[in-house]
């Protein structure tokens, strides 16, 4: 185990590398061209006032988190009736940003309450969609829709690993230097194998989710939901995997520990049988 006051060098040094990041890209995390696309001619203003206030300042103050306004919106719409293409858009938005089926039945089932029975079954049988049982085709929209919440670009196609993934995923150097920190995003029941970081002293590997959800799992243990901002912190020689929701697409950012005679040992796949039956308590 590596000791506990390595997090207070890492993570600081993590939190100057995000600031210069965004920076340098000029990075936001929920990003709007609709109205530009839509109306930058016609109206250019309320474009402006759509893509640069309601999606650029509001939907990124800190004050609320993503997965709550993505709740609050949805039953503002339901509420009001609308149930075009954009309570499509946004069931679409809370379910990649981590509201679960029975989240989004329960939110609809209050509302019904106070907004109104028809309201309801107009907007379940959208949800419905949204939220389909078993595996969906992957859309790329959802792809797009997903590289737009998140701080950090979803980067190329993870070719070169490819043979230890179930599904597809893509990644995204962030650091190369100092302290090493990549971006990897897994499509919807994408995960890596069974695998261990080995070392003779440090080493292991943290985990930071950014976006969607995903699961970790260590090897004879429960396995642990992971939503933005759950840091996972994997000692080294531990055998686990990681990997997206059969729902959500989900990136974390990995993060490898200095350490003695590291290496990465890759083994098994993790088995649909498995896969399926996970039931990770949520955070």
């Not at 809370?94 to 509201?99: D, L, P, Q, S, T």
């Not at 943290?206 to 996972?232: A, F, S």
């Not at 990997?243 to 990136?251: E, M, Q, R, T, V």
Request: aromatic share 10%; charged share 20%.
């Amino acid at each position: 185990m590596k000791p506990a006051w390595t997090s207070y060098i890492v993570l600081p040094v993590l939190a100057v590398q995000m600031m210069s990041f965004a920076q340098e890209n000029n990075m936001k995390k929920i990003t709007q061209t609709a109205g530009r696309d839509q109306l930058g001619e016609f109206a250019p203003q309320f474009a402006h006032f759509n893509d640069d206030v309601l999606f650029g300042e509001n939907w990124n103050n800190a004050d609320l988190d993503v997965k709550t306004r993505c709740m609050i919106t949805v039953t503002a719409l339901m509420s009001q009736g609308i149930t075009d293409s954009s309570l499509i858009h946004h069931l679409q938005n809370a379910k990649n940003n981590g509201v679960t089926k029975q989240e989004i039945a329960a939110l609809i089932t209050h509302v019904a309450f106070y907004a109104g029975w028809p309201k309801a079954w107009a907007t379940f049988r959208l949800a419905k969609e949204v939220w389909k049982d078993g595996e969906a085709p992957v859309d790329q929209n959802d792809k797009d829709r997903h590289a737009a919440s998140i701080f950090f670009p979803v980067g190329a196609p993870n070719d070169a690993y490819a043979q230890y993934f179930t599904g597809k995923s893509y990644l995204a150097p962030i650091s190369t230097e100092q302290v090493k920190i990549f971006n990897v995003t897994f499509e919807p029941r994408c995960r890596n194998n069974w695998h261990i970081h080995h070392a003779t002293k440090g080493g292991g590997q943290m985990l930071i989710g950014i976006g969607g959800r995903g699961y970790y799992q260590e090897w004879g243990k429960q396995p642990v939901e992971i939503r933005e901002g759950t840091i996972i912190h994997i000692p080294a020689n531990v055998k686990h995997w990681h990997g997206a929701a059969p729902d959500s697409w989900f990136s974390h950012l990995a993060i490898e520990i200095d350490g003695d005679d590291t290496s990465n040992e890759w083994l098994e796949p993790v088995t649909d049988e498995v896969y399926d039956n996970l039931n990770p308590p949520t955070n």
